[in-house]
Nanobody, 118 residues
């Protein structure tokens, strides 16, 4: 599976951004798709994930602010990020794999930078 992410950029604190990630190269498409992020000097962390059934998994730090959604027909996953804070600044990576939970991701997209400034 190949993943193509887009939608990063710079925004002021309190603003919003939407990330998109399109999956291709698979007949049936991945079951789970998600977003990870890695800030400078920090470990990569899960932001949110969603499976084909629409079940979701969010990091506690983004619950209520970020919304993950998915177009199963097109194998595109979206991450709507609202009320962004400086702590959300990171490189965001799209991932695809078989499971909603756990760390078994088969494919990774290129990172997209999200920069939140005051």
């Amino acid at each position: 599976v190949q993943l193509q992410a887009s939608g990063g950029g710079s925004v002021l604190a309190g603003g919003s951004l939407r990330l998109s990630c399109a999956a291709s190269g698979s007949t049936f498409g991945p079951n789970a798709m998600g977003w990870y992020r890695q800030a400078p000097g920090k470990q990569r962390e899960l932001v949110a994930a969603i499976n084909r059934g629409g079940s979701t998994n969010y990091a506690s730090s983004v619950k209520g602010r970020f919304t993950i959604s998915r177009d199963n027909a097109k194998d595109i996953v979206y991450l709507q990020m609202n009320s962004l804070t400086l702590e959300d600044t990171a490189v965001y990576y799209c991932a695809a794999g078989p499971f909603l939970y756990g760390d078994e991701w088969d494919s990774w997209g290129q990172g997209t930078q999200v920069t939140v400034s005051s």
